[in-house]
């Protein structure tokens, strides 16, 4: 059997994470009235593990039963979806004033406030991810 060669994987060896640009919202406009790209970039598994813990819930047992863990899917597609955002930030303490919240999920809702909108990003944050088709369920979940 051939040795293979591990130096291919050594830190500094992958090529450099790219951003990448999609329109998902024909609603805001630049000053020429060209639709204006969102900016994703994919995000890593070590954060996507972060947010599905943020986004579960300890639910108590009831009557001597012990306490269960649910993650809140539609939470947890949406801040995946905030974090592969470069651009707008959905976290930018502006934006969420302008919209009177404080959470960046609820900011997403409303600047993407159409199912058709929602759904494009969701789908642009998933391809910039690579992630598969299985991811789906979850978008729909979200949108719902």
Do not use: H
């Amino acid at each position: 059997m051939t040795e293979r060669n591990m130096s291919f994987f050594m830190k500094g060896q992958a090529k450099p994470i790219e951003e990448v640009e999609e329109v998902v919202s024909t609603r805001y406009l630049d000053e020429e009235g060209k639709p204006i790209p969102f900016v994703f970039r994919p995000i890593s598994s070590e954060r996507i593990e972060e947010l599905r813990e943020e986004s579960t819930k300890r639910i108590p047992g009831k009557k001597g039963q012990p306490a269960q863990e649910k993650v809140d899917e539609s939470r947890f597609a949406i801040k995946m979806g905030i974090e592969s955002t470069v651009f707008p930030n959905f976290k930018q303490k502006e934006l969420l004033d302008s919209y009177g919240v404080s959470d960046p999920v609820d900011v997403v809702r409303k600047v993407l406030e159409t199912a058709g909108e929602f759904a494009a990003w969701c789908s642009a944050y998933q391809r910039a991810n690579k992630l598969d088709d299985d991811f789906e369920e979850m978008i729909e979940d979200a949108k719902n």
